[in-house]
């Protein structure tokens, strides 16, 4: 097929969003489907490389646009830099509309719910099925992150947004079955589960061989990495954690966190009023291969998402991650995400935001180490077998074959009744 991509993040971009696009497009590219991709010049790189562009690029043709800044707070200046991406990425479509290729199906990625609008436009430029993929409930996110208020004139037009979107795409496709079952309550167009994942290629990593010389270590490490934002609450793990070490409970223990984020000097400042720098780090953030090497080296890994209706209709994309190390983790989770880590029985979970479970939590976990290592194996075992990239886009493959059939039937049927085809049919 002939794919055009519309996402504001790809690599080298260090988000999940970025991931899962330029992992879908690596490989449709390699499939051998004709991929074109607009998206913005790198925002969120916070590691100066490109192996993972290079990866990508050989087999797809990628379309950068430059964003508006978003700097210092505000809503002018948070629509300035989505809307930025949605003017330019429709006027860099109609470009490859004007060298007269055409696609099959266009596919659009959020988050930002903005992306929308240029995918719809490119829809109707091309006369062309638009499939959107929703990875968050946008704006409700917004209100749990502390980015926009509920009552404010910036969630009333992200919840038209919404609407509008869910209401005019030919297929959405989301991340979570309560995602989808909230999304179909507002709307009759079709509603796809593609589930995060992890490259096939990633399960090859030699997580038993690597982890000898972790175990040579004479401290333990319990790890967080990835975003370092409001809705992780880390705060609440460092106080828990330096509060267990204040009493005892977890000697030999070292609270490492990796990433990058608007919270990282708020915790800092943390770490430092609670006199904790020796048991406690904040590191910059690693490329994605190495970032993987550091979960399967940690003892044991930790997650959050604040406790908020809307995030319990999603599932971080860390969770398949850290299955994957195949290490105990502890989380503070709700819905499906918190029942995939229970199904194991190597993890443990707590109510998000209660900081008294999330220390029992801990405790539990330095003090049954061994047995949940054994039982470890089986997080890595569950996300090969159900939750890969390659799965995920057999089914995304099926909604797209899904959309074009139907397309390709209206066309006929239009011919038919003496309609005349549009250009590229």
């Known amino acids: 097929m002939r794919i055009l991509v519309v996402s504001q993040f790809f690599a080298p971009d260090i988000t999940a969003a970025a991931f899962r696009v330029t992992d879908v497009v690596t490989l449709l590219g390699k499939a051998g489907h004709d991929v074109k991709v607009i998206t913005s010049l790198p925002h969120k790189a ?23 800044e978003l700097k210092g707070g505000g809503l002018r200046r948070y629509l300035s830099h989505y809307l930025s991406f949605v003017r330019r990425s429709a006027m860099r479509g109609v470009k490859i ?42 704006p409700d996110t917004a209100v749990a992150a502390g980015q926009l208020s509920e009552h404010g004139r910036g ?27 909230y999304i179909q309550g507002l709307t009759d167009i079709p509603v796809s589960v593609v589930y995060n994942g992890v490259p096939e290629d990633h399960a090859r990593f030699d997580v038993a061989g690597h982890r000898p010389a972790a175990q040579a270590r ?71 291969e190495n970032a993987f090497r550091a979960l399967a080296d940690a003892d044991a890994l930790y997650l959050n998402l604040k406790k908020h209706p809307v995030l319990a209709r999603t599932i971080p994309s860390k969770v398949f991650d850290y299955l994957l190390a195949a290490r105990p983790i502890v989380a503070g989770l709700a819905g ?24 029992a939590s801990i405790v539990q976990a330095t003090r049954h180490l061994e047995e949940l290592e054994q039982r470890a194996p089986r997080n890595r075992k569950l996300v090969i077998e159900k ?13 797209f074959r899904l959309v074009v059939a139907e397309e390709n039937g209206q066309a006929a049927s239009a011919r038919d009744n003496g309609v005349p085809p549009s250009k590229g049919d």
Request: charged share 25%.
């Open 218 to 288: 004479k401290e333990r490490i319990l790890l967080y990495a990835g975003n370092i934002g409001h809705l992780q609450e880390l705060d609440l793990l460092i106080r828990g954690f330096v509060a267990l070490q204040q009493t005892g409970q977890v000697p030999g223990w070292r609270l490492r966190i990796v990433g990058a984020g608007q919270q990282v000097g708020s915790l800092e400042s943390l770490v430092k009023e609670l006199d904790a720098s020796d048991s406690v780090s904040i590191d910059p953030p690693l490329s994605r």
């Open 336 to 359: 499906e995400g918190r029942e995939i880590l229970e199904s194991t029985g190597a993890n443990l979970c707590f109510e998000p935001g209660d900081v008294e479970a999330l220390k």
């Open 46 to 68: 916070q590691v100066h490389s490109n192996e993972e562009v290079e990866r990508a690029i050989p087999t797809v043709d990628v379309h950068r646009v430059r964003l508006n």
């Open 155 to 181: 969630y009333r037009i992200g919840r038209k947004l919404e609407l509008y979107m869910y209401r005019k795409a030919r297929h959405l496709t989301c991340v979570s079955m309560p995602m989808k079952a």
């Open 387 to 399: 939750y890969t990239r390659e799965k995920g886009l057999a089914t995304l493959l099926e909604v």
């Open 97 to 138: 509309w004007l060298t007269g290729w055409r696609p099959d199906v266009i596919w659009a990625s959020s988050p930002p719910l903005f992306v929308g609008l240029s995918a719809r436009f490119l829809s109707m430029l091309f006369r062309k099925p638009l499939v959107f993929e929703i990875r968050d409930i946008w």
